[in-house]
Nanobody
Framework: QEHLAQSGGGSVQAGGSLRLSCVAS????????MAWFRQVPGKEQEGVAV???????????TYHDSVKGRFTISQDSAKTTVYLQMNSLRPEDTAMYFC????????????????????WGQGTQVTVSS
C-alpha cells in the first residue's frame, strides 16, 4: 500500500497563486500516472492535471480545459513527488484538491478519469476569494 501525503493549499485572492505538493512514501512511480483531482461539495470529483513520467522520456501532461495555461503539474526526478502550481486562480477553482497515483503502469485512454487511480492523498482545501 502506498501513502500519499499532501501539503500546500490555503486561501488566496483571485489572481493569486498556490502550490500543492504530494509525496509518496513507499514507491517511486516512473512509468505511472500521477494526478490531481478536485471536488466541490455536491459535485463529482474532476480530474485537473495528470503527469506520466518515464526514466528516459520527457513527462507527458494532460490538463482539464478549465486550467490550461494557468496550472502546471510537475514531478521530481525520483518520481516520488508531484506538484501542482496554480496561477491566476479564480473563485471557481475553490475546491478540495486530491493527489492520486495509478498503481498499474502503462497508458490509459482518459487519464483524467478518477476510476483509473488506486491511491489517494488526504485532500487539501483551496479557497479563492473574489
Amino acid at each position: 500500500q502506498e501513502h500519499l501525503a499532501q501539503s500546500g493549499g490555503g486561501s488566496v485572492q483571485a489572481g493569486g497563486s498556490l502550490r500543492l505538493s504530494c509525496v509518496a512514501s513507499k514507491f517511486t512511480w516512473s512509468g505511472h500516472y500521477m494526478a490531481w483531482f478536485r471536488q466541490v461539495p455536491g459535485k463529482e470529483q474532476e480530474g485537473v492535471a495528470v503527469i506520466f513520467g518515464a526514466e528516459d522520456n520527457d513527462a507527458e501532461t494532460t490538463y482539464h480545459d478549465s486550467v490550461k495555461g494557468r496550472f502546471t503539474i510537475s514531478q521530481d526526478s525520483a518520481k516520488t513527488t508531484v506538484y501542482l502550481q496554480m496561477n491566476s486562480l479564480r473563485p471557481e477553482d475553490t475546491a478540495m484538491y486530491f493527489c492520486a497515483v495509478r498503481a498499474r503502469g502503462g497508458r490509459v485512454h482518459d487519464p483524467l478519469a478518477r476510476y483509473y487511480y488506486d491511491y489517494w492523498g488526504q485532500g487539501t482545501q483551496v479557497t479563492v476569494s473574489s
